[in-house]
């Protein structure tokens, strides 16, 4: 590739990303004279920055030599938001324009079957292409698929169906990290009825934190609503005096928490993780049991995110995503208050399927700048 073609598709990309040139040149630690340089096919990065100004842009290296993608008013991608609760597939243009939505119910294949899984995504994606209009790629971010070989088994399945398109299964923490302006590196973390806490590097994630409701979903909608009603077991055993998070958990269960001790059980982790809404609503009263409990788990989730942030790898963004930091400033701002000096957490009001939707750009090398993808999406989205 002749000089001038490769500094025209660095210049193109950056823009892509909605960074200057000094910004870009800062990520890349050299001067932003270089990146001039670069662009106007002055000179040449050596192959060992080309790598790293593909990790800046997100790219691989080999789809960043390859031929140039150019798109037309007429064309279209899929992205695929799957959770535990719904599933949210939209058809939308590169500009970040939504022609078509559809919600479905689960595609975790964990907690609705590895079948079903495949099931749900089949039959959005389906409705979807009835419109008669051809994507060029479709990106899924979808809930569970990092565990065993789930992801494995769902792209095989979907490939088979669908052999004609470009086809990603990612964890839905790509969509989380899909709202970050510069998705080159950041720490992305959900809390919603589960947590958990990823770093991404721009090539691969580390976990910390969301090992299941057994074993550690700190921070989450359950563990606030185990500890609601743990409050209320404390209260009718006599270690505790009664307090207005107790009141409203008695209410809800419909008397002591003892005598509904069988259909707790029966009912669930979902039905423990709808106490958590008590907590909030106790705190705002006044209530020292209620602060108690939600402080307890925003340190436990600020103490996640500190952690990953001393690997050094990940950067100083954190973006933090889900039910509970969505609606609820509480959780978030006591978060805030214990993070290490130096981050910078987002707290994104657009819904994962934002995120899914620029992944699935990024992945197709058309990206354009962050605030008009966001514009469109926003003015499409309802």
């Known amino acids: 590739m002749e000089p001038k073609d490769l500094g025209l598709k660095i210049k193109n990309y950056r823009i892509s990303k909605g960074l200057t040139q000094q910004e870009f040149a800062d990520l890349?630690?050299?001067?932003p004279q270089t990146v001039s340089k670069w662009e106007r096919g002055m000179s040449y990065p050596d192959i060992f920055k080309l790598k790293e100004i593909c990790r800046v842009l997100c790219v691989s290296v080999g789809e960043f030599l390859g031929e140039s993608v150019v798109y037309e008013n007429g064309d279209y991608l899929i992205a695929v938001d799957g959770g535990g609760t719904k599933t949210e597939f939209v058809l939308f243009k590169p500009s970040?324009?939504?022609v078509s939505k559809?919600?479905?119910g689960s595609s975790n294949p964990n907690s609705s079957g590895i079948e079903n899984s495949i099931n749900i995504l089949k039959e959005g994606?389906?409705?979807l292409l009835s419109s008669g209009k051809t994507p060029k790629r479709i990106f899924m971010g979808v809930s569970g698929t990092l565990l065993g070989n789930n992801k494995e088994i769902i792209t095989a399945a979907l490939k088979r169906q669908y052999p004609a398109y470009k086809i990603n299964v990612e964890s839905d923490i790509m969509n989380v990290i899909g709202m970050v302006r510069d998705p080159s590196k950041c720490i992305a973390t959900i809390i919603g009825t589960g947590s958990v806490v990823y770093g991404w590097d721009g090539e691969k994630l580390k976990r910390v934190g969301g090992w299941g409701y057994l074993f550690g979903d700190v921070g989450s909608g359950y563990d606030i609503g185990r500890?609601?009603?743990?409050a209320a077991y404390s209260y009718a055993d006599g270690l505790t005096a009664k307090s207005e998070v107790v009141r409203l958990a008695e209410i809800k269960l419909g008397g002591s928490a003892p005598d509904h001790t069988d259909s707790i059980y029966r009912a669930g982790?979902?039905?423990i993780?709808?106490?958590?809404p008590l907590a909030f609503e106790a705190m705002a009263s006044g209530d020292e049991t209620a602060r108690a409990i939600i402080q307890s788990n925003a340190d436990s989730i600020a103490a996640l995110i500190n952690h990953m942030h001393n690997y050094g790898y990940y950067g100083n963004h954190v973006v933090i995503s889900g039910g509970l930091a969505q609606h609820s400033s509480e959780m978030t701002a006591l978060i805030g208050e214990k993070l290490n000096k130096n981050i910078v957490a987002e707290f994104p009001s657009a819904p994962p399927i934002f995120g899914a939707m620029r992944m699935c750009t990024?992945?197709?090398r058309c990206a354009i700048d962050f605030d008009t993808f966001e514009k469109n999406f926003k003015n499409s989205y309802n």
């Not at 890349?28 to 001067?31: D, N, S, V, Y």
């Not at 993780?273 to 958590?276: I, N, R």
């Open 125 to 127: 994606t389906e409705r």
């Open 102 to 104: 559809i919600v479905l």
């Open 28 to 31: 890349l630690f050299i001067a």
């Open 269 to 271: 982790k979902d039905y």
């Open 273 to 276: 993780a709808s106490f958590a």
């Open 362 to 364: 990024i992945k197709e």
């Open 96 to 98: 970040g324009e939504i």
């Open 227 to 230: 500890e609601v009603i743990r």
